[in-house]
């Protein structure tokens, strides 16, 4: 059984900052890209950013230069540094990660629970 448990989201003010964490738990052979998306009511979910398991990274156009995404391989944890929050961020975030169950075996995309962010003015 594979677990991704996002923690760190919260309610701040306009211009604050918060770090999102979300560690993957479980057996699996491998992990690949890893990353995270958002989904506020009445909009589409949106990808905020993703890792590749090397280290390449890319962003939203909404959030480049305010957050930075990361990844602790040997902890098996993405992160999201989240700065200069705006009104427009609020959302449910939620981490996924592509994994490899068994070498050979497809690449399945896992989720967390989702977190929320809530940015006040």
């Known amino acids: 059984q594979v677990q991704l448990v996002e923690s760190g989201g919260g309610l701040v003010q306009l211009g604050g900052s918060l770090r999102l964490s979300c560690p993957a738990s479980g057996s699996f052979f491998s992990i690949n890209t890893m990353g995270w998306y958002r989904q506020a009511p009445g909009k589409q979910r949106e990808l905020v950013a993703g890792?590749?398991?090397?280290?390449?990274?890319n962003y939203a156009d909404s959030v480049k230069s305010r957050f930075t995404i990361s990844r602790d391989n040997a902890k098996k944890t993405v992160y999201l540094q989240m700065n200069s929050l705006k009104p427009e961020d609020t959302a449910v975030y939620y981490c996924f990660a592509d994994i490899q169950r068994q070498l050979y075996q497809l690449e399945t995309r896992y989720w967390g629970q989702g977190t929320q962010v809530t940015v006040s003015s």
């Open positions: 890792i590749t398991s090397g280290g390449s990274t």
